[in-house]
């Protein structure tokens, strides 16, 4: 199967982002300028590798509802919620932004991963009155950071709600405010072959951008911040994708009991990288803290930031002492507790 590539490649100097965001540009020449076009609402971000899914029929959100972590048997059309399908270890496996229109469910999930969603979802349909559609060779995705109306060929709009505590939820970080207080994020759904229309003359920012941002606001990201032992609590994903007495789905045992009978044994840091180099750690390195000669923990994301420059999330054992200045090869890394230990 041939990869996918964006048509906004073909914008002038666009250079395409690779990994898990390949076939979409990582920038278009200025990073840095981008970012701040972003942060001021007037860029938007080529989303259009991400997997688009619907779920439609009369059963649609009540049969989510109990598969997945959120509660959205009642959700109300247009509402955006976050909601994770998990193994039956608690173990994150999919990462749903969800947003209902009255009669279909739209759902969006990480570049590669919508195969495999609908997959489960028609194993888990049974006899219900529902229709389960891999939509993303027909719908594309943009990242918006403006609260504007939007472009009337977008099919629907789902708005991020971090990093805001849902109604029945917890928070595992005492900062306050939060660094993504008043944050906006939306995901524009529209028609591939309405994409570029709806770009139109708006500047264009890469993920470099994005993920900068995405960064600085703790925001976690599925298969980014995550591996196969990920729980949502080490990431303060509670937050936002987690109804803690909705009823039972699978996982919701281990999200009950570390919820209720300890803290989870890892925890998301921010850090500052030491920039005084030329070459930055890559994502995926070791961490190590001091006088110790065994890893206890790695790097998540690493990006530049326009203001703060290197920064970079990651996840440490959680008896790692906060205080700790930590190291990634050469690179010293200074840690603001996001996850309390």
């Known amino acids: 199967m041939q990869a996918y590539r964006s048509p906004l490649l073909e914008r002038e100097h666009a250079v395409e982002a690779d990994g ?9 020449g200025d990073p840095m300028r981008e ?6 609402g007037e860029a938007l971000v080529d989303l259009s590798n991400r997997g688009v899914v619907t779920v439609a029929g009369p059963d649609r959100l009540s049969w989510l509802n109990s598969m997945t972590s959120q509660k959205i048997d009642d959700l109300a059309p247009g509402v955006g919620t ?4 998990l193994s039956p270890h608690g173990h994150v496996e999919h990462d749903l932004h969800l947003v209902d229109d009255g009669e279909t469910t739209w ?3 990480e570049p590669g991963t919508a195969p495999a969603l609908v997959e489960w979802l028609r194993k888990m349909q049974f006899m219900l009155r529902v229709e389960v559609t891999d939509r993303s060779s027909e719908f594309a995705v ?14 629907i709009t789902w708005v991020d709600p971090w990093p805001d505590l849902g109604p029945d939820t917890a928070a595992y ?3 306050d405010p939060h660094p993504a207080f008043g944050r906006a994020w939306r995901e524009l759904v529209v028609p591939r072959d309405d ?14 951008a994005s993920e900068a941002l995405r960064v600085a606001a703790w925001r976690p ?7 196969h032992r990920t729980i949502a609590h080490e990431l303060d994903w509670l937050r936002t994708a987690v109804h803690l007495h909705k009823g039972c789905y699978r996982g919701q045992e281990t999200i009950a009991r570390v919820h209720n009978l300890g803290r989870p044994p890892r925890r998301l840091v921010f850090l500052h990288l030491d920039g005084s180099g030329h070459l930055l750690p890559e994502a995926g390195a070791d961490l190590f803290a001091p006088a110790n000669d065994r890893p206890v923990g790695r790097l998540t994301s690493v990006v530049r930031h326009y203001e703060d420059g290197p920064i970079a999330l990651g996840v440490v054992k959680r008896n790692v002492p906060v205080d700790a200045v930590l190291r990634a090869g050469d690179v010293t890394a200074a840690q603001t507790v996001v996850v309390e230990p």
């Not at 943009?142 to 099919?155: C, F």
């Not at 139109?200 to 920012?205: K, S, V």
């Open 195 to 208: 994409l570029e229309a709806v770009v139109g003359d708006r500047p264009l920012a890469g993920t470099w």
């Open 82 to 85: 976050e909601s994770l399908v």
């Open 35 to 40: 970012q701040r076009l972003l942060e001021s």
């Open 107 to 109: 759902i969006t999930v």
């Open 20 to 28: 898990l965001d390949a076939g979409v540009a990582a920038h278009y």
């Open 221 to 227: 990201r599925h298969l980014v911040d995550t591996d």
């Open 142 to 155: 943009l990242g918006d950071p403006s609260t504007d109306t939007p472009p009337a060929q977008v099919a």
């Open 173 to 175: 970080s005492a900062v």
